[in-house]
């Protein structure tokens, strides 16, 4: 292939091809010139030395044309197992995108849109001027959106936030984000032909965000890319009686999977090396793990309530209205409230490799507190049950949509293009005794009463 290569290994990983070399510079020219027509695809790893430094290239060959794939990878024989990324299964499935909704088939355009509450840049910096005047205009409904706001870079966003919002890591979160700006994340590396069922964020974990806060950037600029949102009371209006029960009494036993094959290592989502600090994490909060590929990859598993008493007053709908009609706020001593991750098992449709995958390669899975498994019909109800009440939010550039992420559910439809959007965690709330014994029988509602982090 031209160069002069000092050394070499293959591996072969079916269906794609992986060839390491060790080569200068120059040793690029040759190979761009040439043109494949192999029924696979390349990957070439180069590695420049130079100045003491050692850089990365990463060139994607595909069936008869050539295509960058990534660039700063580091080269370090001491680093964790890479998993393979979202956008790379996305790239070799070329997956056709589906217009409508998983249950309903509703054309995503149909579904209603979500109105600005705010539509001034000075509206959107009163609200966002105080922790108290964003606490007030959450409250009613739990979503606000703000429009025409000044904020138009990751650094603009953690201006506008930091001051009214406690940070909060993503640490054990599921999904692999990278970081924008201080406090402030991307929205993950889910390829953009998916439609990410709505869920409430971090909800499979013992310590999740009371609020989630999303700037757009950059709106998609082919088409789609809307954020769905949905009122967790709506969804438990709509669910089954008997689902409903269960929910309250038994709670949803979550499965972790972090490791090769993933969407990110155990050393990403704990940000540690060191396998005693997750097996302590884990011991800390009463979860089972299990070491699984040589101790390169971990099962953590561990059952939660699927209802939380929430921290703030919160609004009460009147008897004969939905959730858009208040009434009175009541202290943080009432009812329980649903706050639930996904149950409808679509999060992963159509998202090579990982649709198809066993129960404990997933990146998360979920069954019964008491260990059943969910049947299609329950999974189903779920999902038709979060999209009687969607709503989209079609963005503008500088949109600021804030949500409480213990009373709403959020999602996003499939889009073409690039689209960018910068994410803020804050508030974040730890469960209280999070490893007392499952439900409490009867008809009493399991619950656990979530504590601020101050």
């Not at 959107?124 to 979503?143: E, K, W, Y």
Request: aromatic share 8%; charged share 15%; hydrophobic share 40%.
């Amino acid at each position: 292939m031209g160069g002069s290569c000092v050394s070499h290994s293959n591996t072969m990983t079916h269906p794609l091809v992986h060839i390491q070399f060790q080569c200068d510079i120059l040793s690029l020219l040759s190979p761009l010139s040439l043109s494949l027509s192999l029924p696979l695809s390349l990957s070439l790893f180069v590695v420049v030395h130079g100045s003491g430094q050692v850089m990365a290239r990463s060139l994607y060959a595909r069936v008869g044309r050539w295509t960058q794939w990534s660039e700063g990878l580091r080269a370090s024989t001491l680093a964790p197992p890479r998993c393979p990324s979202a956008r790379q299964f996305h790239d070799a499935a070329e997956p056709s995108v589906e217009w409508t909704t998983h249950f309903s088939k509703t054309p995503h355009t149909a579904v209603p849109e979500l109105a600005p509450t705010h539509t001034t840049a000075a509206a959107a910096d009163q609200v966002l001027a105080t922790r108290a005047s964003l606490c007030s205009a959450l409250l009613p409904t739990g979503c606000i959106l703000l429009r025409g706001t000044h904020i138009r870079t990751a650094a603009d966003m953690h201006a506008a936030l930091a001051s009214v919002v406690a940070p909060m890591s993503y640490v054990g979160g599921t999904n692999a984000r990278k970081t924008l700006a201080e406090g402030v994340l991307d929205a993950g590396t889910e390829p953009p032909h998916l439609h990410i069922p709505e869920h409430s964020e971090m909800a499979y974990l013992d310590r999740m965000p009371a609020v989630i806060a999303f700037a757009c950037l950059q709106p998609a600029t082919g088409r789609g890319g809307a954020t769905t949102v949905v009122a967790a009371a709506d969804v438990e209006r709509a669910l089954p009686s008997e689902m409903v029960s269960r929910l309250r009494q038994v709670g949803v036993e979550h499965v972790l999977y972090y490791g090769p094959g993933g969407v990110k290592t155990w050393q990403a989502a704990f940000d540690t090396t060191d396998p005693a600090a997750v097996e302590a994490y884990a011991a800390a909060r009463g979860w089972g793990l299990e070491w699984t590929m040589a101790g390169t990859g971990v099962n953590l598993s561990f059952v939660r309530a699927s209802y939380v008493v929430h921290p703030w007053k919160t609004p009460t709908p009147e008897p004969t209205g939905g959730s858009e009609a208040m009434a009175t706020l009541h202290g943080p001593g009432d009812a329980p409230i649903l706050c639930q991750t996904d149950l409808s098992a679509t999060y992963y449709r159509g998202w090579k490799p990982f649709d198809g995958a066993t129960f404990h390669q997933q990146p998360y899975s979920f069954r019964w507190g008491d260990g059943a498994a969910f049947t299609q019909t329950e999974k189903d109800a779920w999902g038709v049950a979060k999209e009687t009440s969607l709503r989209r939010c079609q963005w503008q550039r500088g949109d600021v949509l804030v949500l409480d992420n213990l009373r709403m559910l959020h999602g996003r439809l499939p889009f073409v293009g690039d689209r960018t959007m910068a994410v803020v965690l804050g508030d974040p709330h730890t469960r209280l005794d999070p490893a007392r014994p499952v439900g409490l029988g009867g008809t009493e509602t399991w619950a656990d009463v979530l504590i601020p982090e101050r």
